[in-house]
């Protein structure tokens, strides 16, 4: 079964395309996956929030996975493990640099005169 068997073009719209597990053991899809979707609007500090709480959800679940793959290595894919990694270390990336971008955008209000 080749890809373009799988997907006909009415599922494809932009460059939106719905991914499908064919695996029970692959990672569950990200649910509200559609960019179409605008959130709702919410403060700079509840945006924060759940960016932090985000990370902190992708770093256990990193963790989860890996060591479900030491205990049970038949019930994990290796990839899925590495893509949960790959997205826990892209997370944990990105928040470093906005807490960086923070504290420099403080450093400059404090030393405005």
Known sequence: MSL??????????GNFVPMKTTSPLHLK??????????PEESSFADLVRKGLAAAN????ESADIFVK???????VEVHDVSIAMAKANMSLQMTKSIVDGAVQAYKDIISMR
């Not at 373009?4 to 719209?13: Q, W």
């Not at 793959?69 to 019930?75: E, H």
């Open 69 to 75: 793959m030491i205990s049970d290595p038949d019930s």
């Open 29 to 38: 899809a990200v649910k509200n996956s559609d960019p179409q979707v605008i």
């Open 4 to 13: 373009l068997n799988t997907i006909n073009e009415n599922m494809v719209g």
């Open 57 to 60: 959800s992708d770093q256990i």
